[in-house]
C-alpha cells in the first residue's frame, strides 16, 4: 500500500508528505544512536529530545544507558512500546535485516526513515506493501530545521522573520512545524 502522497521515486518527497511525517510522530526509535557526542546519530537523537519527540535510542553495545538523557534499548523487540517512527542510522547492507526485523512487530511503525546515504529499494517496498510510509536519504533533524525555518537548504540560518508564536520545545524554543 503506497503512501497517498507519491514516494514511489524515493528520489525526491513532496514537503507536505515531511511535514505530515514529521508533525504525526510523536516517538522515535533511532537505531544505530551513539553516545559518542561528535556523531551524527546523537546529534540527531539530542534535536529530536529538544523538539518534544520521545526517542528511544537503540544500540545493543549501549543498552541500559542513557544516550541524552534517554534510555537506551538493545534492539526494537527491547522497546517500551510500537515507535511511531524507526529512524535507520545503519549501513544500506543492514537494512534488509532491519525489515525483516520490522515486519513481524505485532504493531507497525507508521513511519521508517533512512538517514542520508541509506537507501534500499526492496525494503522500501516491502515496508510499503505492509502499509509503512518510507522516507530514504534525508534526515529528520536536516528537514525538520529546513521546514520550519530554522536552516536553508545550504545548511545555514535562514535568518527568517516570522509573526508565528514560537512553539516551546523540550528544552530549545522553536518556530518548529505545528505538531498535535
Partial sequence: MRDAFDTASHDQ????????????????????????????????????LDKGYEVWPINPGQAGKQICGAMTYA????LPAAPNMVDIFRT????????????????LPQFVWMQLGVRDDESAKRLEDA????????????E???LSGEISWSGVNSRVLSSKKPVSGHKVQS??????
Fill in 75 to 78: 534492539s526494537l523487540s527491547d
Fill in 92 to 107: 544500506p547492507d543492514a537494512v534488509p535485516g532491519i525489515t525483516d526485523e520490522i515486519l513481524p512487530m505485532e504493531r
Fill in 13 to 48: 518527497y513532496d514537503k507536505k508528505l515531511i511535514v505530515r511525517v514529521l508533525s504525526e510522530t510523536k516517538t522515535v526509535a533511532v537505531l544505530g544512536a551513539s553516545a559518542n557526542p561528535v556523531r551524527p546519530s546523537y546529534f540527531v537523537v539530542k534535536y529530536l
Fill in 131 to 142: 502499509g509503512i510510509t518510507v522516507i530514504m536519504n534525508r534526515c529528520p533533524k536536516i
Fill in 144 to 146: 525538520y530545521a529546513r
Fill in 175 to 180: 518556530l518548529g512545524i505545528r505538531r498535535g
